[in-house]
């Protein structure tokens, strides 16, 4: 059975940075393109960040640009998502997806990252 | 960046009864189009792309169709477990951008 189990989240202040991690099971995990995509509380979904399979490619929504950094540990089954000098606007759970480049077949069940002082 | 547009925002339907959701891009996408399902608490799952290809294991009563700006989802005949939250996502253009979604709620 394929899962995604992503950990990580908390609360933090502005300006903090966190690290988020996702492991992967029941599947060949170096042979999917990995996406973070986040739904801020009540709102929609918004796509964050995307790598593919070896990690040396990747990108990032404006809006995370220069602040986060998606990375891969093939050895290790888990997606990896660098967060810093966030900003209350950061606030929302972050799925972690596996996929292609374009779209996201399998979601874990995301962790919740509250930015507040 | 590509908008996306859901409508309409909310969707009150029958048990049995058709539902049609609609999804509309600001520039052409093609056919690079997918569609997702969320229920409360719940992660997306993946209904169609391609615009109008089921994912593995999604049931024959949804089915997905249109290209360029216009696209429509349609449930045939809801179920109770259909009640939930639908998100359209086009993938033809970097950033990958959402809609806002439509929420298919019980009459």
């Known amino acids: 059975e394929v899962q995604l189990v992503e950990s990580g989240g908390g609360l933090v202040q502005p300006g903090g940075s966190l690290r988020l991690s996702c492991a992967a099971s029941g599947f060949t995990f170096s042979g999917y393109w990995m996406h973070w995509v986040r739904q801020a509380p009540g709102k929609g979904l918004v796509w964050v960040s995307r790598?593919?399979?070896?990690?040396?490619?990747?990108s990032y929504a404006d809006s995370v640009k220069g602040r986060f950094t998606i990375s891969r540990d093939n050895a290790k089954n888990t997606l990896y998502l660098q967060m810093n000098s966030l900003r209350a606007e950061d606030t929302a759970v972050y799925y972690c997806?596996?996929?292609?480049?374009?779209?996201?077949?399998?979601w874990g069940q995301g962790t919740l990252v509250t930015v507040s002082s | 960046e590509i908008m996306m547009t859901q409508s309409p925002a909310t969707l009150s339907v029958s048990p049995g009864e058709r539902a049609t959701l609609s999804c509309r891009a600001s520039q052409s996408v093609s056919s690079n189009l997918a569609w997702y399902q969320q229920k409360p608490g719940q992660a997306p799952r993946l209904l169609i792309y391609g615009a109008s290809t089921r994912a593995t294991g999604i049931p024959a009563r949804f089915s997905g169709s249109g290209s360029g700006t216009e696209f429509t989802l349609t449930i045939s005949s809801l179920q109770s477990e259909d009640f939930a939250v639908y998100y359209c996502?086009?993938?033809?253009?970097?950033?990958?951008?959402f809609g806002g979604g439509t929420k298919v709620e019980i009459k």
């Open positions: 996502q086009q993938y033809n253009n970097w950033p990958l951008t």
């Open positions: 790598i593919n399979t070896d990690g040396s490619s990747t």
């Open positions: 997806a596996r996929g292609n480049d374009f779209w996201s077949d399998k």
